[in-house]
């Protein structure tokens, strides 16, 4: 598509893109976005799921907290 990217991002229901900043303006546009190469300014946020993983391992209870388990599960991936 020709024409401003704002209009071709309204209209895509995923963007799926290399190495380009059109994945940022994606994301912050809300689109499921993909970029496939790890120098993209968009690498640590295109993939949700990669994402959705990461901040769930993350996430741990009140008791969690309070008993010590969340950090003898945190200290273990710390070098």
């Known amino acids: 598509m ?19 900043n059109t994945a940022v303006d994606a994301i912050l546009a809300g689109k499921n976005t993909t970029a496939a ?10 993939d949700r799921e990669a994402w959705a993983h990461a ?3 993350r996430q741990f209870s009140q008791d969690e ?4 388990f969340a950090w003898e599960h945190l200290r273990k991936a710390i070098p």
């Open 55 to 57: 901040l769930a391992w």
């Open 37 to 46: 190469d790890k120098g993209s300014m968009a690498w640590e946020v295109s």
């Open 2 to 20: 020709i024409g401003p990217l704002a209009k071709a991002l309204a209209g895509a229901a995923v963007v799926i893109t290399w190495n380009s």
């Open 65 to 68: 907290l309070t008993s010590g």
